[in-house]
């Protein structure tokens, strides 16, 4: 079955919406890659620098493959499952200061809402869609 008329297109603008708001997230990694480095050291990952550019690399192309409709499933399972670790790792509100709660609270509940998103994708990745490459592995 094809995702196809207004289906079709309110589903290419969640895709770019969705998909560009991953794929600006990953640009920032190149743009803020010092800061971010800084953060993931102070959450102890290892090789922070590379773990930084690597997820920026990893969330540009999961973006643009929901935008673009190339192995759509593939690269929204990607995104969710970083979203989950990263939200578990970097947004870990139950064990920050009373202070930062609040705000880590939010971006982890961001993260999850997020991956929630991806995997809806993920679900409908296998039909086809109007507007897309319809580049898949299924």
Request: charged share 10%.
């Amino acid at each position: 079955m094809a995702i196809t008329g207004a289906e079709g297109v309110a589903l290419l603008v969640g895709r770019v919406l969705f998909g560009g708001v991953i794929a600006f997230t990953g640009l920032n990694h190149f743009m803020q890659t010092e800061e971010m480095t800084g953060y993931a050291e102070f959450k102890g990952l290892p090789a922070p620098k590379f773990g930084v550019l690597a997820s920026g690399v990893l969330l540009v192309l999961g973006g643009v493959s929901i935008i673009a409709g190339v192995l759509p499933v593939v690269g929204a399972v990607v995104i969710a499952g970083f979203l989950v670790v990263s939200g578990v790792v970097f947004h870990d509100f139950w064990a920050v200061p009373a202070e930062d709660q609040q705000t880590e609270m939010t971006q982890f509940l961001k993260n999850v809402s997020l991956a929630g998103g991806a995997l809806v994708i993920a679900a409908i990745g296998p039909q086809a869609w109007d507007y897309s490459l319809g580049i898949s592995l299924f």
